[in-house]
């Protein structure tokens, strides 16, 4: 199976300032994905991560709050700018197209835990 | 875009019990997958599965797309089996999996 790893796992931020997010895949994947999961709800798409391109966000979130980069086929980082602590919440990538799982299947890093004070 | 609801919302179990979770679908099914998002936040593939049955040790997943629902069994429950368990749907439109809002299953020893 493929190992997905996201940094920072944890990190406790001061509003106003931005934090980094990068997510590594051990393999070449098709498609790599953004999450948001705020506390105690379900998951929500902030947007697709396009390689050598500017991702396509879903509706409700911009790139001006949550810039992505994705500079090849194995890494990608998003970032939450001036962070209030409405922007607590697990940050999840997800990446699809692995060689050897079935099309279209997606699997998840094992999440940023962001809380803003 | 897709509507999932998933039920029921909460579940206690003594360990030992049998469950079963169930998610409905408001369009057609595509790419069904069922994921346990343990205590630690972390988010695990259980099943992906558009339609028919799989089984993977304690636990099955049937999904009926015609009638656009899937259901998850979780038999001999253990305590670590909690956690939320999550289906997701793939949009036939884009790559989007939309979230049901998850069953909390808490299986007491």
């Known amino acids: 199976s493929a190992v997905i790893s996201q940094k920072p796992s944890r990190d406790i931020c001061q509003r106003g300032t931005s934090l980094t997010i990068q997510c590594q895949v051990d393999?070449?994947?098709?498609?790599m994905f953004w999450y948001r999961q705020q506390p105690g709800q379900s998951l929500t798409l902030i947007a697709t991560a396009n390689q050598g391109s500017e991702a396509t966000y879903e509706s409700g979130f911009v790139i001006d709050k949550f810039p992505i980069s994705r500079p090849n086929l194995t890494f990608s980082t998003l970032t939450v700018s001036n962070m209030s602590p409405e922007d607590s919440s697990i940050y999840l990538c997800s990446v699809e197209g692995l060689s050897w799982s079935s099309y279209n299947e997606q699997f998840f890093g094992p999440g940023t835990r962001l809380t803003v004070l | 875009g897709i509507q999932v609801e998933q039920s029921p919302p909460d579940l206690i179990l003594q360990e030992g019990a049998n469950s079963t979770l169930r998610c409905n679908f408001s369009d057609s099914v595509n790419n069904l997958q069922w994921f346990h998002q343990n205590p630690w936040g972390q988010l695990i593939n259980l099943f992906y599965i558009p339609s028919g049955t799989k089984q993977n040790g304690r636990l099955s997943a049937t999904t009926v797309a015609t009638e656009r629902y899937s259901l998850l069994y979780i038999s001999s429950s253990q305590t670590t089996d909690s956690g939320v368990y999550f289906c997701?749907?793939?949009?036939?439109?884009?790559?989007?999996?939309?979230f049901g809002e998850g069953t909390q299953l808490t299986v007491n020893p």
């Open positions: 393999s070449q994947v098709t498609m």
């Open positions: 997701a749907e793939r949009e036939t439109s884009g790559s989007r999996l939309t």
